[in-house]
Structure formats: structure tokens, C-alpha cells
Nanobody, 121 residues
Framework: EVQLVESGGGLVQPGGSLRLSCAAS????????MSWVRQAPGKGLEWVAC????????YYADSVKGRFSLFRNNAKNTVYLQMGSLKPEDTAIYSC??????????????WGQGTQVTVSS
């Protein structure tokens, strides 16, 4: 079955860094754009970043631009979110999602279960 499994979350101090991983299986990972989304406590889903399937073009939400970087390793069926200069506002459950096709456009076809990121002193 299709699986997206996030890992790497945890507790980090403000200003710190964290790298999230999303391991994919059950589908042809390299054919699909991949996004990260997050949901902060009491808030709705926020799209964070997306990387296309074919050329690695990345897009970022304004809230994380310049602080987060998105990478993918198609040989490992894994997409990464490198988070730096973390702020308490970044506290959320982070999930990866596979788009329907190669481009960073809706909809998402598959979602992971999410990993908790807590930014706090």
C-alpha cells in the first residue's frame, strides 16, 4: 500500500534547526511533486513547501521562506524538509503529501501521518 512516513520531529529551541524526513513507498515516488504541510495547535492546515518531481524546483510559503529548504532523493524515495531559524510559531504537526502529478499544484493524493515539531525554550 501507499505509505508516507514522516520522521525527525521533536523539541528544539528557538533559533535551532531540525531536519524532517518523509519516506515514501507503494508508488512511483519520482513521478510526483511532494509537499510539506503543517497544522499548528488550534489552527488549520498550512501549506509549507513543495518540490516538483522532474527538475527539483521548490516553492515555499512566505512564513518559512529563507528559513526552510526542501530536498528530495528519488533513489531513496525520500523527501526532506530542512528547517532553520526555528520560531515558536513553527510548532505544528508536519506532514508530507504527494501531489497527483509532477507539478506543485493541487490536489494531494497521499498524506503521511505527520511528525510533531515543537519549538520552545
Amino acid at each position: 500500500e501507499v505509505q508516507l512516513v514522516e520522521s525527525g520531529g521533536g523539541l528544539v529551541q528557538p533559533g535551532g534547526s531540525l531536519r524532517l524526513s518523509c519516506a515514501a513507498s507503494g508508488f512511483t515516488f519520482g513521478r510526483y511533486a511532494m509537499s510539506w504541510v503543517r497544522q499548528a495547535p488550534g489552527k488549520g492546515l498550512e501549506w509549507v513547501a513543495c518540490i516538483s518531481s522532474f527538475d527539483g524546483t521548490s516553492y515555499y510559503a512566505d512564513s518559512v521562506k529563507g528559513r526552510f529548504s526542501l530536498f528530495r532523493n528519488n533513489a531513496k524515495n525520500t523527501v526532506y524538509l530542512q528547517m532553520g531559524s526555528l520560531k515558536p510559531e513553527d510548532t505544528a504537526i508536519y506532514s508530507c503529501a504527494a501531489h497527483r502529478g509532477v507539478k506543485c499544484v493541487p490536489p494531494f493524493d497521499y498524506w503521511g501521518q505527520g511528525t510533531q515539531v515543537t519549538v520552545s525554550s
